[in-house]
Every structure is written in C-alpha cells, then in structure tokens.
C-alpha cells in the first residue's frame, strides 16, 4: 500500500512539513510513502485546447498536447493508493498551482468520460484509455492558512476529488496557521489524517469520509450558489434543493431524485457528458458559418494583442 505526499507549499514551509507529518502518520500504520513537491515541476497551465476531449471521445485513448511534468506527476498519483494534498490558501481558496492541476484534470481525468473513452475505443479498436484512471482510490486534503479567510478551499478540495470520483476521506482547513509547527493539536491532526487515509486505503469497499460533516448531506459541502427564483444550489456537487434554519443550525434539503443529476455519480457524468457533446456538435456548425468567421476576422483586424518586447 502507497501513500503520495503533495505539498503545494514553499520548501520546508508549514505545508511540506504538515505533509510530511501526515506521511508519517500513515507509514506507522504500514503504509509506504512517497513525497513530492509541486514546485519542483514543470507544469503549464492547461490552454483550453480540447486536445484531450478529441482523443477521449474519438477512441485516440487519453492525452494532453502540453508536454511538461505533470504526466510524470500523473502516473505517481495513479499509481499510489491513497494521495494527501497539503496546500496553502489563497484568496479564500487554493493556491493557483492547485488550480492549475484541477484545470489538466478536467475532462481528461473524468471518470464517466474514461468510460465512454473505453468503450469507443473498444468499438472503433482504438486505443483505451489508461485503465488505473477508473481504479477507486482515497484522497485527503489538508488546507493551511494565515487567518480566517478560507471559505472557498473546501469545495475546491472536493471538486478536484469528484473529477475522478476518488473518495474523499478527510477534507480539513487549518485557519490562523502562521506558526501552526507549534500547535501540537493540529500537528496531531495531521498525523491522524495520514493514518486514516492509509487505513482508508487497506479497506477501500468500506472507506468512508471522516471529516465534519458539513452542510450538503450528500458531498458534505458548505458553499452554496443562491438562484433569484429561491434555488440552492451546492457548489461542490450541483444538487439543487433548498437550505433550511433549524434553530441555528442549517440543513440542506433536496429531492432524491437529485442525486442522479449530482456532479459526482456516474449518471450526473453522463448527463453532462452528453450536454458536452450536443453543445460542441452545435457549436462545431456554428464555427463553420461565413458569420462566425467573418465575425472573427472583424475581431482579430480591430486590435492586436499586446506583448512584451524581446530582451535582446
């Protein structure tokens, strides 16, 4: 059993260390360990090119034209049973070096579109996806910030996790941490969240999540979009309901059809899968119009972008 350590962190700054207190938590329980630092690779953000829903969906298997570390990256966390993520708050939320890993998840890491992915290659004789992309595995997540500002970060943690429906075992936020190598408590947490991952990860039929229990009863969220027409709306999973004050403490309730629409089933995947695929099929003639092109063109004549000038 492997555990993957990633710290999104400066070098030996709180976020490494606190990694590194939770991979010692889990390799006393026998696990093996592994830790890598983000900012040791090379890794680009992701350009919105759709090279990879192309291969997806035309049975080429499951690639990325950008050609940097993150591939490498990639085969350490299929490859690892359990993965800990230690990652500094910013701007309420995750560090951008985060982000950018979520964005060259996206579709190429999706479960229900590596499922499809399998199955038109296996009709067409193309070549399937990786197949350790569709293989369970637990993940935790450990936020770590200078004060109370951090509202956004849990729901990133959890959208990162819903892409590859990877099962989230705890999923904490470690507010006013400026000096947190000194809190013992917290260091103790940490610690506990490598055990119960490893632990996690030995029994993955009967892992379940261990942290607060949040809001959402479904994916345990606490952030919620508010429609004008009265709608709550999860962040995390996109189930539509209603939130409820009951003497203080707040309820999520929607109705159970719901759960087929949420963003981490397999049905929710496919529902979008296929909305994916009606809107680029009509956004594909759109492209082909002498419209669309000329509308472009008129663009691309009205101003060029700016760039700065070449050090000579």
């Not at 951090?150 to 936020?173: Q, S």
Request: hydrophobic share 40%; glycine share 10%.
């Amino acid at each position: 059993m492997k555990i993957l350590g990633v710290s999104a962190g400066t070098r030996s700054g709180s976020n490494d260390c606190m990694c590194t207190e939770a991979l010692m938590g889990a390799k006393s329980v026998g696990a093996e360990v592994e830790f890598i630092r983000l900012f040791d690779l090379n890794i680009n953000h992701c350009t919105g090119c759709v090279a990879c829903v192309n291969s997806i969906f035309n049975g080429r298997g499951n690639m990325c034209a950008i050609k940097d570390d993150f591939d490498w990256l990639l085969d350490k966390m299929l490859d690892a049973d359990g993965i800990i993520f230690s990652v500094p708050i910013f701007e309420k939320g995750a560090a951008g070096i985060f982000h950018t890993i979520m964005d060259r998840f996206g579709p190429r890491m999706d479960r229900g579109n590596n499922i499809i992915a399998t199955q038109i290659a296996e009709k067409l004789g193309g070549k399937i996806p990786d197949p350790r992309i569709l293989k369970d595995k637990v993940i935790s997540y450990m936020g770590i910030g200078g004060s109370d500002w951090m509202t956004r970060i849990e729901a990133d943690f959890g959208i990162h996790a819903l892409t590859p429906m990877w099962k989230t075992i705890d999923n904490e936020v470690f507010s006013w941490s400026l000096g947190i190598l000194s809190d013992q408590i917290k260091v103790q947490r940490a610690n506990q969240i490598g055990k119960n991952l490893a632990e996690a990860a030995k029994d993955l039929k009967n892992a379940v999540y261990q942290g607060d229990k949040g809001v959402c009863s479904h994916c345990h969220c606490r952030e919620f979009y508010f429609s004008t027409q009265g709608k709550a709306i999860c962040c995390q999973c996109g189930i539509e309901g209603v939130i409820n004050n009951n003497n203080g403490v707040y309820t999520f309730e929607f109705p159970e059809e719901q759960l087929r629409h949420a963003h981490d089933t397999l049905d929710g995947k496919f529902i979008h899968a296929a909305d994916i695929d009606t809107n680029n099929r009509r956004a594909g003639a759109l492209r082909g119009t002498s419209e669309y092109k000329e509308r472009v063109q008129a663009y691309r004549d009205f101003i060029a972008a700016s760039k700065p000038s070449e050090v000579k």
